[in-house]
């Protein structure tokens, strides 16, 4: 389901246009990996590669959910101003002495909340997932910034799995994200969630008609969005060390981009969580390697966004000239 075929009878030049798509990543990751080698001296060093895993590991997570979202054809654009409020309940809880524990299972379940929140908008409420996650990012940044209130949270990681914490110079944290990666791979291939997830972004009325739970399946991929980013926000805790009122809006952006660029249909019905992974892979090693270069960190947003809207035009492009040929071949 994350690799895209084409039938024998489509002409040479479609499946040249699919081989290109498949490829086009592994390529891209390539040549950036040997630019930033020779332009930024340290890019490939241990303890750098190991700074790259720890800093994108709470991204890691929110893109994973994104990608559930987007295989439906929808979108979450709450993800980043839903994290820093579970990040400022959080940490508020374990600087005040809560058990650690007790903390995790309170913020997984508070992130599970607000996804619960856009999943009964968008599906009870039928309202369009861009327009009310765009809402909910809004109301999200409110409620940060009047819990904020002015004060920093200082805290250190809840848990060291979810902090800076090595083993054998490896991450922890990068151990939990490659696990929660599997699960979800597994779970797209092999599980009956995840055949719903593709029938639905394929074409959800179809997928109704065939006894699908459309409406359920999308509410548990927004609900499990926000068990993610409850998780994410721990990290983000341990990574950053401290909650202020712009916590996590600067995630939103290279979330999207971690799907979209590693080849997750915006459409819907096409991709998964391991073409993330790479996706992810590119834009964590494009962010690193600017800043290891020394150009100003503002470049950054300017460099994520333009992969953002060509990874988006290419994808648009591709599947509306293979609908079209197969469409010529019926």
């Known amino acids: 389901m994350t690799t895209t075929t084409v039938p024998s009878a489509f ?16 390529i891209l990751l390539i ?4 630019f930033f080698t020779v332009a930024a001296p340290g890019f490939l060093s241990a303890a750098n590669l190991a700074n790259v895993v720890i800093n994108s590991a ?3 997570l ?9 295989l439906l054809a929808g979108i979450d654009v709450s993800v980043g101003p839903m994290l820093g409020v ?14 650690p524990p007790l903390v995790v299972v309170i913020s997984v379940l508070l992130g599970g909340a607000l996804g619960a929140i856009n999943g009964g908008l968008v599906v009870g409420g039928r309202i369009s997932p861009i327009i009310t996650t765009l809402g909910t990012a809004a109301i999200f940044k409110t409620v940060l910034f009047v819990l904020w209130n002015s004060t920093d949270v200082f805290a250190g990681p809840v848990v060291p799995a979810l902090g800076p914490a090595r083993a054998g110079g490896i991450p922890l944290v990068g151990l939990v994200v490659l696990a929660v990666f599997g699960v979800l791979a597994y779970v797209l291939r092999h599980r009956v969630f995840g055949r719903r997830l593709f029938a639905i972004g394929n074409d959800a009325e179809g997928a109704r008609l065939l006894g699908v739970p459309v409406g359920r399946t999308a509410f548990a991929a927004y609900v499990l969005v926000g068990v993610l980013v409850g998780v994410a926000a721990l990290i983000y805790v341990g990574r950053v060390g401290v909650v202020q009122a712009t916590a996590g809006n600067e995630l939103t952006l290279p979330a999207i981009a971690a799907v979209v660029v590693g080849g997750t249909s915006i459409l819907g019905g096409e991709g998964g ?55 010529a071949k019926k």
């Open 86 to 99: 579970v990040a400022w309940v959080g940490a508020t809880l374990f600087v005040a002495g809560m058990p």
């Open 31 to 34: 040549a950036e990996v040997i």
């Open 62 to 70: 929110l893109a994973a959910g994104v990608t559930l979202v987007v």
């Open 58 to 60: 709470d991204l890691a």
């Open 273 to 327: 969580v391991l073409r993330t992974l790479g996706g992810l892979a590119f834009i964590a090693l494009l962010q690193n390697g600017v800043v290891l270069m020394g150009v100003p960190p503002l470049w950054n947003g300017v460099l994520v966004g333009a992969a953002v809207a060509l990874a988006v035009a290419f994808d648009v492009l591709t599947r509306r000239t293979l609908d079209k040929r197969i469409g």
């Open 11 to 26: 002409a040479p030049s479609a499946r040249m246009l699919v081989l290109l798509r498949n490829a086009l990543l592994p």
